[in-house]
């Protein structure tokens, strides 16, 4: 969650403290010791935009060098870890472009151009992909909540066949999630919206 690392100071929880500075002799594990045990990992930066330019700063050596040095003497390898960064900086949509995929999808030059008002050029040029999610629609929101009460059943009944549930959500109360939606906010409150659903019927 890059949220935690917002403040210059944070590149510290992710290299160490330098050496004769508080907590330079801390034995607490560093966000990336994983990697020595076991470099084949998937590494998910979630809101990248949220990080301190240094900590941004910190992974453009990473995936220069593939590798990254603690204060610590350590050295901890990369090259072998998939890294995900995810981002809502360039969300500058335009409102009736909805649905993935559809029409009238940004091009990449304005894509790149809204990443670099929070991302170095040469941090950006660093990544192998950029994939761009337009806004999702309305029926995809509604798809994206019976997927997820599809899945719940499933689970509580394995928990608990006693449970009497639905099979499915009824087209009423559909129509009234229906306006619960909420464009800027995605699919998030799905989850929730259905796990209140269970619970009404529990």
Same mark, same amino acid.
């Given at each position: ?12 929880? =992710?290299? /160490?403290?330098?050496? /004769?500075?508080?907590? +330079? ?11 020595? +045990? ?27 060098? /593939? ?39 940004? +091009?990449?030059?304005?894509? =790149? ?40 059943i499933v689970r509580i009944r394995k928990i608990n066949r006693s449970y009497i549930l639905k099979d499915a959500i009824d087209p009423d109360d559909l129509r009234k999630m229906r306006k619960d939606y909420v464009i800027d906010f995605g699919a998030r409150p799905a989850l929730r919206i259905v796990q209140e659903y269970i619970e009404n019927q529990l």
């Amino acid at each position: 969650n890059m949220t935690e690392y917002s403040h210059d100071s944070a590149i510290n929880q =992710i290299i /160490g403290s330098n050496i /004769g500075y508080i907590g +330079s002799e801390s034995k607490i594990e560093l966000p990336f010791d994983c990697l020595e +045990s076991n470099p084949f990992q998937f590494i998910l930066l979630d809101e990248f935009e949220k990080g301190h330019k240094e900590v941004q700063r910190l992974f453009m050596k990473v995936f220069d060098e /593939g590798v990254l040095k603690t204060n610590r003497g350590t050295t901890i390898d990369f090259s072998k870890a998939i890294i995900i960064a995810t981002t809502n900086a360039a969300n500058k949509e335009v409102k009736k472009n909805l649905g993935f995929g559809s029409a009238g999808v940004k +091009s990449k030059s304005t894509e =790149i151009n809204e990443l670099k008002e929070w991302f170095d050029t040469e941090l950006i040029n660093r990544f192998e992909h950029i994939i761009n999610f337009n806004t999702i629609s309305e029926d995809t929101y509604i798809e994206i909540i019976e997927t997820i009460y599809a899945a719940e059943i499933v689970r509580i009944r394995k928990i608990n066949r006693s449970y009497i549930l639905k099979d499915a959500i009824d087209p009423d109360d559909l129509r009234k999630m229906r306006k619960d939606y909420v464009i800027d906010f995605g699919a998030r409150p799905a989850l929730r919206i259905v796990q209140e659903y269970i619970e009404n019927q529990l």
